[in-house]
């Protein structure tokens, strides 16, 4: 999936229902100094959960994150 714009990565948040979470107190706090995102791409819910021997990244994810920061870099 790529992201065109701003609007429309505002418009998936709302789709997916994203919660937010707390998963990551570094990030947090170097946020506190600076202007900071992150977000997670996830592999579906039929797709093992990282941190056990079943995982397997899906390489295909690299170029959504990519056009991700892309869009993320001409806001």
């Known amino acids: ?3 065109n714009n701003f609007e429309r990565a505002r418009e998936l948040r709302h789709e ?3 919660n937010p ?3 990551n107190e570094d990030f947090g ?3 506190k100094e600076v202007s900071a995102a992150y977000f997670y791409i ?3 819910e039929d797709h093992p959960p990282l941190h056990t021997s079943e995982y397997d990244f899906i ?3 690299i170029k959504t994150g990519c056009n991700m920061f892309k869009m993320l870099a001409n806001v």
Request: charged share 20%; net charge negative.
């Open 1 to 3: 999936m790529e992201i």
């Open 16 to 18: 997916l229902h994203a």
């Open 21 to 23: 979470e707390l998963s």
């Open 29 to 31: 706090h170097y946020a």
């Open 42 to 44: 996830g592999n579906g």
């Open 59 to 61: 390489d295909e994810h």
